[in-house]
């Protein structure tokens, strides 16, 4: 569990260096939960990090399944549903395996 949170600060402050800024961590709902949320300009991001030692059995990338897909789209909609009037957004992915980083934009779904 701490090499989680290692790694969900690690890609909050990547992001912000790179113009993001930090709106939530760690959004609960029944049924899912979003790593971090951030603004990028005017679009709100929802970002999944994944941490992997290396890339065996596919690395981080491929743990992000078409099930954990859905249950972010889903918790996504969630904390759209709550806002006066929603922004466009996307969902971003951090990646890290070993000591590399990589940042994926819209790595997937759509919230519409």
């Known amino acids: ?4 949170k290692a790694a969900e600060e690690e890609a909050a402050a990547y992001l912000s260096k790179q113009g993001l800024h930090l709106v939530e ?3 609960r709902c029944k049924g899912g939960e979003i790593d971090l949320i951030m603004r990028d300009g005017a679009d709100l991001v929802f970002v999944e990090v994944r941490a992997r030692k290396n890339d065996r059995f596919g690395g981080a990338a ?3 399944t078409a099930t954990k897909q859905g249950r972010l ?3 996504a909609r969630l904390y759209l ?3 006066a009037s929603p922004p ?3 969902f ?5 395996e070993g000591d590399r980083l990589a940042w994926l934009k819209n790595a997937f779904g759509e919230t519409g």
């Open 81 to 83: 549903a709550g806002l």
């Open 25 to 27: 961590r760690n959004w």
């Open 73 to 75: 789209v889903h918790a």
């Open 1 to 4: 569990m701490e090499r989680g």
């Open 62 to 64: 491929a743990s992000i």
């Open 88 to 90: 466009p957004c996307r």
């Open 92 to 96: 971003d992915a951090v990646l890290l």
